[in-house]
């Protein structure tokens, strides 16, 4: 079974720009979750995802969205970036909501310069 | 109450020695206790998990210790290879509800030969 892919791996993107992130979860699985990872925070939950809807969300402001489309693949969009959103994002899937093993992929490296 | 704090922030072992982190929640709705390993530039891989009607969980050289009413759990790695030195994530997440984990600061093992 092909694992969680995310793309692009790498990008570098303006302040005040907007960026959108992919990821296609385990074939499956409904449930997908986005993270952000940063040297000074570790892994803080952004929002999940399950059958379309937002589920959850974390403490982060407007400017980070997301969907989820049919087929389960999400996206998440940064607007107005500023040097701050520089992290490893990291989407992960799992077969259900709640209380389950979460699978991650290997993460979009965002740089704001 | 959502965190889970983890400890020692880094940790040097002799190879073939034991590593030992520890994690402590607040959250007594968190059932169930996932550990997370992660390489440079990858995302984190599920290590092995605990739910918390067992004390404790071993899979090869890894091991959980879990003490429900202390609130805190451990990862213990015997036989520690340079190969392990990785970040290790403790996290918890709870059935029932949205699927958000909370992931500990993370520990960053190096194992020297």
């Known amino acids: 079974k092909a694992g969680v892919t995310q793309t692009p791996r790498y990008l570098i993107k303006t302040r005040g720009q907007q960026v959108t992130l992919s990821c296609s979860p385990i074939s499956g699985h409904r449930s997908v979750s986005w993270y952000q990872q940063t040297p000074g925070q570790g892994l803080q939950f952004l929002f999940e995802?399950?059958?379309?809807?937002?589920?959850n969300k974390g403490n982060f402001p407007g400017r980070f969205s997301g969907r989820q489309f049919s087929n389960s693949r999400s996206e998440m969009n940064v607007s107005t970036l500023e040097l701050g959103d520089s992290a490893l994002y990291l989407c992960?899937?799992?077969?259900?909501?709640?209380?389950?093993?979460?699978?991650f992929g290997e993460g979009s490296w965002l740089t704001v310069v | 109450q959502q965190q889970v704090k983890q400890s020692p922030q880094s940790l040097i072992v002799q190879k073939g020695g034991i590593s030992i982190i520890n994690c402590a929640y607040e959250?007594?709705?968190?059932?169930?206790f996932p550990w997370y390993q992660q390489f440079p530039g990858k995302g984190p891989a599920l290590l092995i998990a605990i739910r918390p009607d067992v004390s404790e969980k071993k899979e090869g050289r890894f091991t959980i210790s879990f003490n429900k009413s202390a609130k805190q759990f451990s990862l213990h790695i015997m036989d520690s290879q340079p190969g392990d030195s990785a970040t290790y994530f403790c996290a918890a997440s709870a059935s029932g509800g949205y699927q958000k984990v909370t992931f500990g600061t993370g520990t960053k093992l190096q194992v020297i030969p």
């Open positions: 992960a899937s799992s077969p259900r909501t709640g209380g389950s093993t979460i699978y």
């Open positions: 995802y399950f059958s379309e809807t937002q589920r």
């Open positions: 959250n007594t709705a968190f059932d169930y």
